[in-house]
């Protein structure tokens, strides 16, 4: 299991992008939360395995058909043992 934090720069708000994040997480069997922040981005923490990691921040890279990603920048974390997969209110 590994914990990772994910902040999505580019046309990711107003473009449905934390609804489809919360889609995907299901179909990729990761946990954790999404939120869009003040600066117009979207940031969330994400736990799972290896593999469904992987798949799960190739989706990040592209997004919802509205969005244009230009860039994700990904840190690793200490896990946190999230259950389920939500998304959030802004900060």
Same mark, same amino acid.
């Given at each position: 299991?590994?914990?990772?934090? =994910?902040?999505?720069?580019?046309?990711?708000?107003?473009?449905?992008?934390?609804?489809?994040?919360?889609?995907?997480?299901? =179909?990729?069997?990761?946990?954790?939360?999404?939120?869009?922040?003040?600066?117009?981005?979207?940031?969330?923490?994400?736990?799972?395995?290896?593999?469904?990691?992987?798949?799960?921040?190739?989706?990040?890279?592209?997004?919802?058909?509205?969005?244009?990603?230009?860039?994700?920048?990904?840190?690793?974390?200490?896990?946190?043992?999230?259950?389920?997969?939500?998304?959030?209110?802004?900060?």
């Amino acid at each position: 299991m590994k914990h990772l934090k =994910i902040k999505v720069h580019g046309k990711v708000q107003g473009v449905y992008y934390r609804a489809t994040t919360v889609e995907k997480a299901k =179909i990729f069997n990761v946990h954790g939360f999404v939120r869009n922040e003040n600066d117009g981005t979207v940031y969330m923490e994400v736990e799972g395995d290896e593999e469904s990691l992987k798949e799960f921040v190739a989706w990040c890279h592209i997004g919802p058909e509205r969005a244009v990603v230009e860039k994700v920048v990904i840190e690793e974390g200490g896990l946190k043992n999230y259950q389920s997969f939500i998304t959030v209110r802004s900060i």
